[in-house]
């Protein structure tokens, strides 16, 4: 059996070019956004990221840290996991390897003075449902966006490029080299 590649976007996208797509999405799709870094016991759950009051800020300085959320189905169910860590201590996740077809989104968003943090969407596994998920997420929210080498780039993140602002791929902390340059 050959392995399928499982696709991925990544991004850099201030709140007002990500305000579009979400609004597209919204309009033709009943979709759920469940935060899904520390989830809790019960998951919370937004209808819309247009409900998201720190939308398009990026509340660390890392790609991988930032805001994520699992995009899936309105009425599918979230399954989590009670997991005991040393010391007593229960941390709640959710399983991956019972949940619906979804997509991960990390929005990334503005950091600093002048910062850009990058945003990554991509499927949950390589379920057919997930693929389909993510294509058709991902081709609304990233509408009109240009292609700067391997990112695809809004355009006020665009207009911030041109400012001298740094668009980080990794971390802020990481060297400058490693930034997104035209």
């Known amino acids: 059996m050959t392995e399928r590649r499982v696709p991925q976007a990544n991004?850099?996208?201030?709140?007002?070019d990500l305000l579009p797509g979400l609004a597209r999405i919204d309009a033709g799709r009943k979709l759920k956004y469940v935060p899904y870094l520390?989830?809790?016991p019960e998951p919370?759950?937004?209808?819309?990221l247009l409900d998201v009051p720190d939308l398009g800020v990026?509340?660390?300085?890392?790609?991988?840290?930032?805001?994520?959320y699992l995009v899936l189905d309105a009425a599918a169910p979230v399954p989590v996991r009670a997991v005991?860590?040393?010391?007593?201590?229960v941390q709640h996740m959710?399983?991956?390897d019972r949940l619906p077809d979804a997509v991960i989104l990390r929005t990334g968003g503005a950091f600093a003075e002048a910062a850009l943090i990058s945003g990554n969407v991509g499927p949950v596994g390589e379920r057919?449902?997930?693929l389909e998920l993510y294509r058709a997420f991902s081709s609304e929210l990233l509408r009109g966006f240009a292609k700067v080498k391997a990112y695809k780039v809004g355009p006020e993140a665009a207009r911030r490029l041109d400012e001298g602002w740094r668009l980080v791929t990794i971390s802020i902390r990481s060297p400058v080299e490693y930034d997104l340059r035209r």
Do not use: C, E, V
């Open 11 to 16: 991004f850099f996208a201030t709140k007002g």
């Open 84 to 89: 005991l860590q040393k010391g007593g201590k």
């Open 58 to 68: 990026a509340r660390t300085g890392d790609h991988m840290t930032g805001h994520s």
């Open 94 to 96: 959710i399983d991956l």
């Open 38 to 40: 520390d989830p809790g």
């Open 44 to 48: 919370a759950s937004y209808r819309s």
């Open 128 to 130: 057919d449902g997930s």
